[in-house]
T-cell receptor, first 115, second 118 residues
Framework: GESVGLHLPTLSVQEGDNSIINCAYS??????FIWYKQESGKGPQFIID?????DKRQGQRVTVLLNKTVKHLSLQIAATQPGDSAVYFC??????????????FGKGTLLTVNP | NAGVTQTPKFRILKIGQSMTLQCTQD?????MYWYRQDPGMGLKLIYY???????DKGEVPNGYNVSRSTTEDFPLRLELAAPSQTSVYFC?????????????????FGNGTRLTVT
């Protein structure tokens, strides 16, 4: 079946460093990808998204890169802060039929920022 | 707007008991979803609805039922609770977008219901 997965389940960085969280996806027909942040005891919160016709998109301190050739997605966080500590999920959306309404989530990466 | 509100926050059930997890949103969103999140795992889609009166199964619908009688509410029903249903349940919603998903219409999640079945 189709799946979205992460290379690294945990990532520990020093405050001020840049963080890179990776995600592999297997559905080559997916046309939209999202990164979510989930803090302890809360629901996932939207961070940034990217369409399949783009390879890079920047937000405030975050950048998402999409490499369709190898079906890889990454989230870069600049100048990581303690408040960035959370679990980060990538999610993908299929491009047809019922999959157009739904997101498929990866397992998540726990990011810990050390002061 | 309160956003997506889930109740209760926590619940412990005995095997075989039933309960309804409530979800309501005040954003007039057409699409609503129920996900479950097991420890160390991503979110798995249980059921979703694209509008009042319409529901569809997701990846893991067995053991659950839903209804969507109004735009605002999307309750999830467990009829015979089993230990395998111990999980955190998230409800989410998004506005109808006839063109495509976009950052101005992402999924909005509630804060979850933590359910333990013993």
């Amino acid at each position: 079946g189709e799946s979205v997965g992460l290379h690294l389940p945990t990532l520990s960085v020093q405050e001020g460093d840049n963080s890179i969280i990776n995600c592999a996806y297997s559905n080559s027909a997916s046309d939209y990808f999202i990164w979510y942040k989930q803090e302890s005891g809360k629901g996932p919160q939207f961070i940034i998204d990217i369409r399949s016709n783009m390879d890079k998109r920047q937000g405030q301190r975050v950048t998402v890169l999409l490499n369709k050739t190898v079906k890889h997605l990454s989230l870069q966080i600049a100048a990581t802060q303690p408040g960035d500590s959370a679990v980060y999920f990538c999610a993908e959306k299929g491009d047809s039929g019922g999959s157009n309404y739904k997101l498929t989530f990866g397992k998540g990466t726990l990011l810990t920022v050390n002061p | 707007n309160a956003g997506v509100t889930q109740t209760p926050k926590f619940r412990i059930l005995k095997i075989g008991q039933s309960m309804t997890l409530q979800c309501t949103q005040d954003m007039n969103h057409n699409y609503m979803y129920w996900y479950r999140q097991d420890p160390g795992m991503g979110l798995k889609l249980i059921y979703y609805s694209v509008g009042a009166g319409i529901t569809d199964k997701g990846e893991v619908p067995n053991g659950y039922n839903v209804s969507r009688s109004t735009t605002e509410d999307f309750p999830l029903r467990l009829e015979l609770a089993a230990p395998s249903q111990t999980s955190v349940y998230f409800c989410a919603s998004r506005p109808r977008d006839l063109t495509a998903w976009a950052s101005n219409s992402p999924l909005h999640f509630g804060n979850g219901t933590r359910l333990t079945v013993t």
